[in-house]
């Protein structure tokens, strides 16, 4: 049986590697967060990758030529050049369905957050006062208008969440028919700049596209509802931090929460983390014990079906190669 060289930029979680561990004809290669010259050296003979965040270029793909497959250990693609390998009809592969719930909870637990002042509550004690002068400055959540932005799988977990609370739910999402959106029983918002007009929370969900990058921008933080909160779980340069800290440091917003920055990781202490109302985690929304097992399940399983000619075009970015 011929054997199939696989590489991991990685450690995967155990419930992935069985899967390749378990079918016959596998050899596993597994660095640990490569640099690009030791990624590309290593794909010299591999037939698959299963990435992170590693970046795959044109360079990546003619340092691969037997290259069958890139897989993502999750949704995001935007560090993968999808042209160069559909041009090479190189499939790609995310792991659609298994990091949403994670993500979505994860963006509730920021918007809590952040509305009760969980973490300067909690710094507060810990430094010796009780009462914080002022008073604790916090809100309900309850009643409140959220706003979604991007209404794929984890964006309409947020939506339900949202709605579970008791919120006033819009979303913005050009790529859905309104009557759909209503169906789902939430407002549909046309106009990024007069939706921000009037949410109280807004939730970034939507993937990085030259359309959504810098999304929130300075226009963006003036037309925002003044107290408002902002929560990003999408990525990091859908906001433009540079408009972000002064908004923030005006008072302009109550908070903002994210799980990802415009630079990963920063490259010396972020200028967010001088701030009190910013609550920051390492790109880890999707990183539960349960998310981290599904996502290889599926990333270690979309590999397997590419190796045996049948990707399942509900896991492509690219599926126009199918058939």
Request: glycine share 8%; proline share 7%; charged share 20%.
């Amino acid at each position: 049986m011929a054997q199939h060289h696989i590489l991991l930029c990685r450690k995967l979680h155990p419930a992935g590697l069985a899967l390749l561990e378990e079918r016959p004809g596998i050899r596993l290669t597994i660095l640990h967060d490569p640099p690009p010259a030791q990624f590309h050296a290593a794909l010299a003979d591999a037939d698959a990758v299963l990435c992170w965040l590693e970046r795959v270029t044109q360079e990546t793909l003619d340092a691969a030529p037997r290259l069958r497959c890139v897989s993502r250990y999750g949704v995001g693609f935007d560090a993968v050049d999808i042209a160069a390998c559909t041009a090479r009809r190189v499939p790609v592969m995310v792991a659609n369905g298994s990091n949403d719930l994670s993500v979505a909870e994860h963006a509730l637990m920021l918007m809590l957050a952040l509305a009760r002042r969980a973490v300067d509550t909690h710094n507060a004690i810990a430094a010796g006062e009780w009462w914080p002068q002022g008073g604790p400055d916090t809100l309900d959540l309850a009643g409140k208008r959220l706003l979604v932005v991007g209404y794929g799988r984890i964006g309409s977990r947020v939506v339900r969440y949202g709605q579970a609370l008791g919120m006033h739910v819009s979303v913005l999402d050009p790529l859905w028919r309104p009557s759909r959106l209503a169906a789902d029983g939430v407002e549909v918002a046309r106009d990024l700049h007069a939706a921000l007009a009037r949410a109280d929370v807004v939730s970034l969900n939507c993937p990085l596209r030259p359309d959504t990058r810098h999304l929130m921008d300075e226009a963006a933080f003036a037309a925002m509802k003044p107290g408002a909160i902002l929560v990003n779980t999408a990525r990091g340069p859908v906001v433009k931090e540079a408009a972000l800290i002064p908004a923030l440091e005006s008072g302009r917003l109550f908070g903002f929460g994210t799980d990802v920055l415009e630079v990963e990781p920063p490259r010396s202490i972020h200028p967010l983390t001088r701030l009190k109302n910013v609550l920051i985690s390492p790109h880890s929304a999707a990183s539960t014990e349960e998310g981290l097992a599904r996502m290889a399940r599926a990333a270690a399983q979309n590999i397997l079906d590419c190796l045996d000619g049948k990707p399942d075009p509900g896991m492509m970015v690219n599926p126009e190669l199918v058939g």
